[in-house]
């Protein structure tokens, strides 16, 4: 495990019997660089006395979205500024180590909020065959890794499909419980959590859907955007309860059913874009589960959609991670960028509401 505290050097320690024994003093790295990401996973896959069969890269930290993972806030009185990785870099790392040391990765595991979703799937998609994460905010007490371990060392022959199926479940378990069942970080109940399994080397269908979609509405046909931002609010249940603040990424399956059924007389051949990208989330996200709350609204794999143009230029720091410039291969190669530009709503595109004109 690579750990990489706030008042302490980085290190590389294992999990043994008689506790955690520390492999390599890396001294104050920066932990959102991909460079640290990959020389940690040709670490894992080369060092001996980790030889195995099968293996799974978990990452925890804070995450939010397309805008990246991972922060490094360096150590006090560091000159080391606070950063984060950025998406492009986590697949970069990711497939540099495995280059480095002609190793495979079974399961990628995100334990970081609103890391579900086709931009990052797509990102990942050859670098290993599963990837596990939520589409929502993930509760302070993160994945189940006392249900993780503990089984691991009963079953270590479990397959990487199971192990990954297993993580959602354990999940689930720990989210779902009454309130004590668990010593939680926190004394509340934590009920909005998800995670999905997705398979990273069937996303090419759905990049494909999305670019059908942009091609069906573009150049912009103001009767679908009304629909287009209805079926977006309803589909992002960040918007109506509390998700520890996750938010811009409606559920895919949700969002495209409903616009599908919306324009299935007006314009049947969007409604078929729709369907076809419905049909092509289903294939892709294998297991999934999300809390009762959700209503079934969230199905496994969301995708960014910005309420307003400023919203899609707001940048989230220094580094100007604006949607369109961050090398999203998603964005490159289904224009979703482009439907947003033209799409995200405000009330001068799409009329003023009959309760506001009225005041007036």
Same mark, same amino acid.
């Given at each position: ?8 050097? @980085? ?62 806030? $360096?150590?006090? &009185? ?21 280059? +480095? ?35 929502? $905010? ?83 046909? &103001? ?66 589960? @999300? ?37 999203? &291969?998603?964005? +490159? ?28």
């Amino acid at each position: 495990m690579f750990i990489d505290r706030l008042d302490r050097p @980085a290190n590389i320690s294992t999990l043994t019997e008689n506790g955690w024994v520390e492999k390599m003093n890396l001294g104050e790295v920066n932990s959102s660089s991909p460079n640290m990401l990959s020389f940690f996973v040709n670490y894992s896959l080369t060092e001996p006395s980790l030889s195995a069969d099968n293996f799974m890269l978990m990452v925890q930290n804070h995450g939010n979205g397309y805008l990246g993972l991972c922060s490094d806030e $360096g150590l006090p &009185d560091s000159d080391l500024p606070k950063v984060w990785m950025s998406v492009d870099d986590l697949g970069r790392g990711i497939r540099e180590g495995l280059a +480095t040391s002609g190793g495979t990765i079974d399961v990628i595991s995100l334990d970081a909020c609103t890391l579900g979703t086709i931009e990052i799937a797509y990102e990942l998609r050859g670098t290993a065959s599963y990837l596990v994460s939520s589409q929502m $905010g993930v509760p302070f007490d993160g994945q189940n890794y006392i249900a993780l371990l503990t089984d691991l060392s009963e079953n270590p022959d479990i397959s990487p499909f199971d192990l990954a199926c297993k993580l959602v479940d354990d999940y689930e378990e720990w989210y779902s419980a009454p309130l004590h069942t668990y010593p939680t970080l926190y004394p509340y109940m934590q009920d909005f959590g998800s995670l999905s399994v997705v398979n990273l080397s069937g996303l090419d269908p759905l990049v494909e859907a999305f670019s059908e979609f942009r091609d069906a509405v573009l150049p912009k046909d &103001d009767e679908i955007g009304k629909p287009l931002r209805d079926a977006y609010i309803y589909a992002d249940s960040s918007l109506w309860m509390n998700t520890m603040g996750a938010w811009y990424y409606p559920d895919i399956i949700t969002m495209f059913t409903t616009l599908g059924d919306d324009l299935r007389d007006s314009h049947p051949d969007v409604a078929d874009c729709c369907d076809g990208i419905v049909s092509a989330a289903e294939e892709a996200i294998l297991y999934n589960w @999300a809390s009762e709350i959700f209503r079934g609204i969230v199905t496994g794999l969301g995708v960014y959609v910005c309420p307003s143009i400023g919203a899609f230029e707001a940048y989230w720091d220094e580094f100007e991670r604006a949607y369109d410039n961050v090398g999203l &291969d998603f964005v +490159t190669e289904s224009g979703w960028d482009q439907v947003l530009m033209e799409y995200s709503y405000t009330v001068k595109m799409f009329g003023c509401p009959s309760s506001v004109s009225k005041t007036r």
